[in-house]
């Protein structure tokens, strides 16, 4: 079945780095889009940006273009999203979500979520 | 990009109440839209995809309608495994949105 896993909580200095992993099983790794969505404490969902394993591409949100970097290793089947100049605000679960290659396609399946604390 | 507002923010109901939440989108979306339900401490799981298309193992409770800017989820009958937090989403855009989110909590 498919399953979407992902690395274990962190906790960061403001201003430093952090990298999460989505280990992606069940299915063709090329076949997909690798999405990163993040939710603030008590807060709703904010797509930040994907990576197209196939094309070797990623696109960001435009609030996040600059200090996030989404890449994938093929030959792992794995996903990363890391954020640099960390910064309270950047505190949340951050989610990694699969979709199928292609225009107009949903989120189907999520990793568990990384909590990602930023804290002096 | 594509705002999504949803209403009400928070929902209080009774078990086997007919509950309704609505999705607006700033701009023609045309049936690019996804409903998901999320419990505390748990991943998102998509419920609807394209406005009204049931995902499989999605109890037929659960509706979708609408279509441009318009959108509605229903529960025909609440039941309790139900209350969450659910969330639309716009993917007709090649930048996605989320609404806010509504909680339905019991009443």
């Known amino acids: 079945q498919v399953q979407l896993v992902q690395s274990g909580a962190e906790v960061k200095k403001p201003g430093s780095s952090v990298k999460v992993s989505c280990k992606a099983s069940?299915?063709?790794?090329?076949?997909?889009?690798f999405n990163w969505v993040r939710q603030a404490p008590g807060q709703g969902l904010e797509w930040v940006g994907r990576?197209?394993?196939?094309?070797?591409?990623?696109n960001y949100a435009q609030k996040f273009q600059g200090r996030v970097t989404i890449t994938a290793d093929k030959s792992t089947s794995t996903a990363y999203m890391e954020v640099t100049s960390l910064r309270s605000e950047d505190t949340a679960v951050y989610f990694c979500a699969r979709s199928f290659f292609g225009d107009h396609v949903p989120l189907d399946y999520w990793g568990q979520g990384t909590l990602v604390t930023v804290s002096p | 990009d594509i705002q999504m507002t949803q209403s009400p923010s928070t929902l209080s109901a009774s078990v086997g109440d007919r509950v309704t939440i609505t999705c607006r989108a700033s701009?023609?979306?045309?049936?690019?839209l996804a409903w998901y339900q999320q419990k505390p401490g748990k991943a998102p799981e998509l419920l609807i995809q394209?406005?009204?298309s049931l995902e499989s193992g999605v109890p037929s409770r659960f509706s979708g309608s609408g279509s441009g800017t318009e959108f509605t989820l229903t529960i025909s009958s609440l039941q309790p495994d139900d209350f969450a937090t659910y969330y639309c989403q716009q993917y007709d855009s090649y930048y996605p949105t989320f609404g806010q989110g509504t909680r339905v909590e019991i009443k």
């Open positions: 069940g299915g063709t790794f090329s076949s997909y889009t």
């Open positions: 394209k406005a009204f």
């Open positions: 990576t197209i394993p196939i094309l070797g591409i990623a």
């Open positions: 701009q023609n979306i045309n049936t690019w």
